[in-house]
């Protein structure tokens, strides 16, 4: 064989390696390398997809703890009304009960004067007639005595 037989033959070799290549080899490799750009590209979407949802997350987050600070903030605000109103009906019980309680403390000191007073009337119409019994010296029946007890404390 001649360098030319030789090379003729080799590159009938290379050619039929060349066609068994592009007919079995390379279009599983071309499979492989295409799912595997695929599997990248959806990896890469999805990634995106995640970036934007997760974006959107936080944008949502961010407006709950918004919306719930408000509401946080009516609510204490709410409860601060209510403390006061309480705290002032609560006040306003209380001097209602204090100004009850003097009122009843000064009729009751009124009532214990004016029972003071009729005592005291007693007392001096009793030693009046004590007096003028002394000064009489003689005993006087008890239907006078009342009569005239009564009539020194109407004068009294």
């Known amino acids: 064989m001649s360098i030319n037989a ?4 080799q590159a009938i070799v ?3 390696l060349v066609l068994f290549t592009m007919k079995f080899v390379w279009p599983p490799i071309t499979k492989a390398l295409d799912e595997r750009a695929q599997k990248i590209a959806d990896g890469l979407a999805a990634a995106d997809r995640a970036k934007t949802e997760l974006a ?6 961010k407006q709950e703890l918004a919306a719930a600070s408000n509401e946080i903030a009516t609510r204490l605000a709410d409860a601060e009304r209510r403390a006061q ?3 002032e009906e609560a006040k306003a019980r209380a001097n209602d009960e204090g100004n009850k309680i003097v009122a009843a403390a000064r009729a009751e000191a009124e009532q214990q004067a004016i029972q003071a007073r009729e005592a005291l009337r007693e007392q001096v119409a009793a030693l009046a007639v004590k007096g003028a019994e002394q000064i009489l010296r003689k005993e006087v029946n008890a239907g006078v005595h009342a009569d005239l007890l009564n009539r020194l404390k109407t004068e009294l």
């Open 6 to 9: 030789t090379l003729f033959v």
């Open 14 to 16: 290379f050619l039929i």
């Open 56 to 61: 959107a997350a936080d944008q949502r987050v």
């Open 85 to 87: 109103a309480i705290i």
